[in-house]
């Protein structure tokens, strides 16, 4: 009887387009026949047992599989036991209803993409938008329909390790990133395509002194002209799930918070797909002080709190809590519905069993055309911080001394959160360079150093990447024979793929100790020497911007790493990735970063020296060391002739250099009057502009009322007759060089 039943359903799914009236036909059909626990079971998402681990876990969900009272797995990983779990829930429950399959596929799958705040640093929405198509590809042909991306929490504090996840500082930029991941990986939900998950609404990112998990308090004014706009543009690119933070919002956990959810999110901005908790934090709820779980599951599913991640409180609570009148059947239907409309949007109902194929496997998976974007993407958001004297890129002649933790390593390259890599298949620095340059130039090897000194400091970030310890005196000892030896040094330094990321908050952001030990020492030799900066965040070096010859940010380059790395490194493609987190001088600093309110008694970023009474450091200018928007390019680029005529912003971009490059064109805004304060520039547009060696361009930017707009407390759009301030430069910093007047009528 169960298999006419869902044959009956099925016979209702036109095709994978149909209509919103079809769907509505589809579930209200289906959800006619369900009965409370079913429902209640579409709501409960479990861990599979792979990423979170358990045999006992993988009994429990087959069991509740069979009994219609799950709606969800995350983090299983194997195509057979995805194939297994799916058909005990389609042919052994009573509606045959098919599950969803989640996993954290951040920046890539066995093709593995920079980790999402180095795509950032490429400003090539192109780019970002292929990589998650391509990720989304990957991750359906091992049985993923579902995955836990875009992060689009604006971060202003490195020392947040989700920072990684994210698109840096800025709204604006973050926004474009998050539309262009969602476009990559839901496309037109075809068997290759994925359903995005937009996290974590909301303000995440503001979580006091960097510690994550922490608490978040700010006024609504700042929540919609500062963090909230990504989440916001992300809407408009319908993503088909949304995650709740951890944090509190106006005192109350966000997965609880009405006004967040249905007030903001859904009505306010229309979303109308289905919103899921962080891992257990219904649970978590009783911690900041809201009552039992009984208590959480019932304000978290009155706010509009769809789908339960692993804390299995609506399946256990919400019957008693129906019965007792302190939920509505009406708000469980509401839940289970968007729940199931999901499903159909991934065409599950139609053919659970669409991205169950095993030959994608053989044929989807780290093919030449990935790796070859994977490269390309890499080399574009790798950022030249300093190239004195132009020693990059490097010749292939000499000798090449090859030191550092991360030089000849497969797993640390990759960053955190690459769920389904597979280092084995991966180059290391070492094994690309002498590729690279093959009988043409000689290169020489040491590790050089532990990761740092604190041998339970490196166990603990390991994970499952584990890195073996060294003797530190003698692995110098090495590193300076061979730097003895060479003509240049190429220091591969930094941190750990899990130094950053989830629950990977830093109080130094420095280079680890025994490696800045290590860096001194071969700059001591007065031998050239590169640093290539491996970090999942903007770090500290103000020593090495004043001692090291060149620095090149390579964030995690992903599976292409090594590569991607001598592309630049030798001159085959010349740097252009620009920052999109200011780098500050000091820790004493954090906050930093450019769009910030003017004060009453102001000092300029670049003025030195104390100033009493007003807000500057003692010891420090007020500046970044490198600031937003910032990077070098192989060549010389001059910006001249700005104008503002009309409605429309101009410039003149000429590469008066002897290579090819790529300039990334900045336009911000200042509001010089207005109801309330506004900060002293805002990233408004950007253009990325390649130009041959003399080549002269020029460039034009629309300027839009929206372009001038600002949010008020409740968050509506103001736009305000007045005087603007237009700029267009390289970076925040030097953008007020060029500048000129708009008047809006």
Same mark, same amino acid.
């Given at each position: 009887m169960k298999k006419i039943l869902f044959l009956a359903l099925l016979a209702l799914v036109s095709c994978k387009q149909s209509s919103q009236s079809e769907m509505d036909r589809f579930v209200d059909d289906l959800m006619g026949r369900m009965t409370l626990q079913e429902k209640l079971g579409q709501l409960n998402l479990l861990p599979g047992g792979d990423i979170n681990t358990g045999a006992a876990i993988e009994s429990q969900v087959g069991e509740l599989a069979a009994n219609g009272q799950l709606g969800g797995v995350l983090n299983i990983k194997g195509l057979d036991k995805i194939k297994a779990l799916q058909e005990v829930a389609v042919e052994k429950s009573r509606l045959g209803i098919p599950l969803i399959f989640g996993q954290d596929i951040i920046h890539g799958g066995v093709t593995v993409f920079p980790i999402p705040l180095a795509q950032a640093c490429s400003w090539n929405m192109e780019a970002i938008e292929e990589a998650a198509r391509i990720a989304a590809k990957e991750a359906s042909a091992f049985g993923i329909n579902w995955t836990y991306s875009p992060m689009v929490d604006v971060a202003l504090d490195p020392r947040w390790g989700r920072i990684a996840e994210g698109g840096g500082e800025d709204p604006y930029l973050t926004g474009l990133v998050g539309q262009a991941m969602i476009r990559g990986y839901q496309g037109d939900y075809g068997k290759e395509n994925v359903m995005a998950c937009v996290k974590h609404f909301a303000l995440y990112g503001a979580a006091e002194a960097g510690r994550d998990y922490n608490t978040v308090d700010m006024s609504r004014w700042r929540m919609f002209n500062q963090y909230l706009p990504p989440y916001k543009a992300a809407m408009e690119a319908h993503p088909g799930s949304v995650m709740s933070s951890f944090n509190?919002?106006?005192?109350?956990? &966000?997965? &609880?918070?009405?006004?967040?959810?249905?007030?903001?999110?859904?009505?306010?901005?229309?979303? +109308?797909?289905?919103?899921?908790?962080?891992?257990?934090?219904?649970?978590?709820?009783?911690?900041?002080?809201?009552?039992?779980?009984?208590?959480?599951?019932?304000?978290?599913?009155?706010?509009?709190? +769809?789908?339960?991640?692993?804390?299995?409180?609506?399946?256990?609570?919400?019957?008693?809590?129906?019965?007792?009148?302190?939920?509505?059947?009406?708000?469980? +239907?509401?839940?289970?519905?968007?729940?199931?409309?999901?499903?159909?949007k991934l065409g599950l109902f139609e053919d659970p069993y669409r991205q169950i194929d095993p030959k994608r496997l053989e044929t989807d998976l780290y093919t030449d055309a990935h790796r070859k974007a994977a490269r390309n993407m890499a080399a574009e958001t790798f950022v030249l911080l300093k190239n004195e004297g132009q020693l990059l890129p490097l010749q292939r002649k000499g000798t090449i001394a090859l030191v550092g933790p991360l030089a000849h390593d497969r797993s640390n390259i990759l960053g955190c959160w690459s769920t389904a890599d597979e280092p084995a298949r991966y180059s290391t620095l070492k094994e690309a360079m002498e590729r690279c340059v093959g009988d043409s130039a000689r290169v020489l090897y040491a590790q050089g150093s532990n990761f740092c000194a604190d041998a339970r400091l490196q166990a603990a970030c390991a994970f499952n990447r584990p890195v073996e310890r060294v003797d530190d005196k003698q692995a110098r000892a090495e590193a300076l024979r061979i730097a003895a030896q060479a003509d240049v040094i190429v220091c591969a330094m930094g941190e750990m793929a899990e130094q950053s990321g989830e629950s990977s908050s830093r109080a130094d952001l420095n280079l680890p100790d025994v490696q800045m030990a290590l860096l001194q020492d071969l700059v001591a030799t007065g031998k050239p020497v590169v640093l290539l900066n491996f970090a999942g965040r903007p770090t500290l070096m103000g020593w090495e911007k004043e001692h090291v010859t060149a620095i090149l940010n390579v964030w995690f380059g992903g599976s292409e790493t090594g590569d991607a790395i001598c592309d630049v490194l030798f001159g085959t493609k010349s740097p252009c990735g620009r920052l999109t987190a200011s780098i500050p001088q000091s820790m004493g600093q954090i906050p930093l970063y450019y769009n910030r309110l003017n004060t009453g008694r102001p000092v300029p970023d670049d003025a030195d020296g104390y100033r009493q009474y007003a807000s500057n450091y003692l010891e420090v200018r007020n500046g970044p060391l490198y600031p937003f928007g910032y990077g070098l390019t192989y060549s010389t680029i001059s910006y001249s002739d700005m104008k503002v005529e009309g409605n429309q912003a101009s410039v003149t971009v000429a590469n008066t250099g002897s290579r090819d490059a790529v300039e990334v064109v900045q336009l911000y805004i200042h509001d010089l009057a207005a109801q309330t304060a506004r900060p002293v520039k805002e990233l408004k547009g950007f253009q990325r502009v390649a130009l041959k060696a003399g080549e002269k361009r020029t460039v034009a930017f629309d300027i839009t009322p929206q372009m001038l707009s600002y949010y008020d407390a409740e968050g509506n759009e103001v736009i305000e007759p007045g005087e603007f301030d237009i700029m267009i430069g390289k970076s925040s910093a030097d953008c007020d060089l060029l500048h000129a007047p708009y008047v809006l009528q």
């Open positions: 509190v919002v106006d005192g109350i956990p &966000a997965t &609880a918070n009405h006004w967040l959810i249905t007030e903001l999110l859904r009505e306010k901005w229309g979303f +109308d797909g289905f919103l899921v908790t962080d891992y257990a934090s219904i649970n978590e709820m009783s911690t900041h002080g809201l009552g039992g779980q009984k208590e959480c599951s019932v304000r978290a599913l009155k706010a509009g709190t +769809d789908m339960d991640m692993c804390s299995e409180a609506f399946i256990k609570q919400l019957e008693p809590c129906l019965a007792e009148g302190l939920v509505t059947e009406k708000e469980i +239907d509401e839940a289970c519905r968007r729940v199931l409309e999901a499903k159909y």
